[in-house]
């Protein structure tokens, strides 16, 4: 095959077209070269500032990833299946407290709890205490309860008109409370009756402080409106006046009335004659055993406390009298009554003269008479009963 010469055109684009040789035009052409580089692109320093600029961009990415998974986990509900309590000790720090929630199963990651509390600038300030912890509770509703502090309340009551010494027994058994008891007794009548409420681990001797101080404000501000002409020297009388009212009746609307009674007497010179005084006396502050009566010789027994003998009032409080008893001291009722009685209905019933009162208690002795003869037969009736019974 005959090749036939190819024809070029030289350097000039517009020249004379210059025939190429067999050669030449198997001859491979020079192609573009690559365009040269800055030297500041080959700088080592450029790309290690794009290397790391690229790192930052992935950190960033990862971090904001984390981070949403770690924020939908934290509101997210948690583990736990059922309602649950749990304890914060005192000066427990937000990693120690995230490791028990962890171990209680009460959360699901320790870490995202710890980083969420520090990520609302909560960090040292999760309140110690017995927490309430619902099924199902995010870590971020967990949060807000140990920080608000509204932990579990116990509560201990302490009826009107118990002693102190009834009162420190009751502190004493109850298992919630920590600690020793007072060395020393308050006084007879400085411990309110009151209901208390208190965390979990509060000490016996805090709670103790915290009723003697308590009962001491609400004498102080009572004793400050009490009526100018009562016949009480200070305000341990009024204390004293007020524990015998508050253990002669129960009834809300016969205090004043019964305090009236003891204020008439105190104004005549007039000794109280008050059964429970004669108790006190006999037995202090551990009280009369269940069942046993007053014997006519606990009367005739002489004690600082039996106002069946003494004069006045006894040296001190017989129990730990209420604000409704503190009330009815400070504003008696404006009466003549000098003398008072059971009534056989729960109450009492009041007299002027010795002559009324003697009726009042042939009354009642009638009454407890009719009782005592209705106890009997009712106990012969049921021992009868029993009879049959083993006969056939």
Do not use: C
Not at 16 to 25: M, T
Not at 88 to 102: C, D, P
Not at 127 to 153: P, T
Not at 183 to 193: D, F, N, R, T, V
Request: no cysteine.
């Amino acid at each position: 095959m005959n090749q036939q010469p190819e024809f070029g055109r030289g350097n000039d684009k517009n020249g004379p077209i210059v025939p190429k040789s067999p050669s030449q035009v198997l001859r491979a052409e020079a192609g573009t070269p690559p365009p040269r580089r800055s030297r500041a692109a080959r700088s080592q320093f450029v790309v290690f500032l794009n290397f790391l600029f690229s790192t930052i961009v992935f950190v960033v990415i990862a971090v904001g990833i984390a981070l949403w998974f770690g924020r939908q986990e934290f509101f997210a509900d948690g583990p736990s299946l059922r309602t649950t309590t749990f304890a914060v000790q005192k000066a427990a720090g937000t990693s120690q407290i995230a490791e028990q929630l962890a171990r209680r199963g009460l959360i699901s990651d320790e870490r995202i709890f710890s980083i969420g509390v520090r990520a609302y600038g909560l960090d040292g300030q999760l309140k110690a205490g017995e927490y309430e912890i619902k099924a199902g509770a995010s870590m971020k509703e967990i949060m807000d309860l140990l920080h608000s502090g509204r932990s579990i309340l116990y509560s201990l009551t302490v009826p009107e008109g118990y002693t102190v010494t009834q009162v420190l027994d009751r502190i004493a058994n109850n298992d919630v409370l920590v600690g020793d008891m007072p060395e020393e007794l308050p006084p007879e009548g400085s411990i309110i009756a009151d209901t208390q409420k208190f965390e979990r681990g509060t000490t016996r001797k805090e709670i103790v402080e915290r009723m003697v101080k308590a009962q001491s404000d609400l004498v102080a501000k009572i004793w400050a409106r009490r009526d100018p002409d009562l016949p009480l020297a200070d305000i341990n009388e009024f204390v004293t006046l007020a524990s015998i009212v508050e253990k002669e009746t129960g009834l809300s609307d016969e205090r004043s009335r019964v305090a009236a009674v003891f204020i008439n007497r105190l104004r005549k010179g007039m000794r109280l004659q008050s059964d429970p005084t004669i108790i006190y006396g006999l037995f202090g502050g551990e009280g009369k055993p269940q069942g046993r009566p007053i014997y006519r010789s606990d009367v005739d027994k002489q004690t600082p406390y039996n106002t069946y003998l003494i004069d006045g009032l006894p040296p001190t409080p017989i129990a730990n009298p209420g604000r409704a008893a503190l009330e009815a001291v400070a504003s008696p009722s404006k009466t003549n009554d000098l003398y008072f009685v059971a009534d056989g209905t729960g109450g009492h019933v009041f007299a002027t003269t010795l002559e009324e009162h003697n009726q009042n208690v042939q009354r009642w002795r009638e009454i407890e008479k009719k009782r005592q003869e209705e106890a009997a037969k009712a106990a012969q009736d049921e021992n009868a009963g029993n009879g049959e019974g083993q006969a056939q």
